[in-house]
């Protein structure tokens, strides 16, 4: 897999977790009516490349950087989707300075709690603003950077971005440059 500054990686695992996280991204698109069919193939993950061949992602054990093929070249059991948006130089050039500004941050946990009352009914109970950004979940994490890097024109309230939030805006605003099945 080939990735480039700015790439935002988009992952469907038909793993447990990746199926309840999809799921709950189905159920919350239902709600808002937004016509897509309930069985879309919907991403539970997301992480953005900051330098070419490199991401930085939000996992278990905090914010972290690697490879692709580190990350992904093991890869089984689902897709993945890599969207190539227009970026200025100076928004890559951000984006860069942003994804690595948050290593080592831990991982939101809670998120899954949070989330709940988010889908069924449009409520956020988390953090908002700059106190989201001491704990950080992945798709949150990828808006965060893009947000910075856009000086605050995209994802506005990025402690609140679902995965489904992420894929929808990708699917709209950028190219997809590699789909791949494993």
Request: glycine share 8%; aromatic share 18%.
């Amino acid at each position: 897999m080939k990735v480039k500054q700015g790439d935002i990686v988009l992952v469907h695992s038909k793993k447990l977790l990746g199926r309840i996280i999809q799921f709950g991204m189905n159920v919350e698109r239902w709600r808002w009516f937004s016509f897509h069919p309930f069985w879309k193939k919907v991403c539970n993950h997301a992480a953005i490349c900051y330098e070419d061949g490199f991401i930085a992602e939000a996992l278990a054990c905090g914010i972290t950087t690697h490879s692709i093929d580190e990350a992904y070249g093991n890869f089984k059991n689902g897709t993945i989707w890599i969207y190539r948006p227009k970026w200025s130089k100076l928004e890559k050039d951000h984006i860069k300075i942003y994804a690595l500004r948050y290593r080592k941050v831990y991982y939101q946990f809670i998120n899954f709690l949070q989330y709940i009352p988010k889908i069924l009914f449009g409520v956020w109970l988390g953090k908002t603003g700059k106190e989201a950004e001491d704990r950080l979940y992945c798709t949150e994490y990828v808006a965060l950077v893009i947000n910075k890097a856009t000086l605050g024109k995209l994802f506005k309230k990025y402690w609140r971005t679902s995965p489904s939030g992420v894929q929808s805006w990708c699917e709209k605003n950028a190219e997809l440059v590699g789909e791949y099945e494993f």
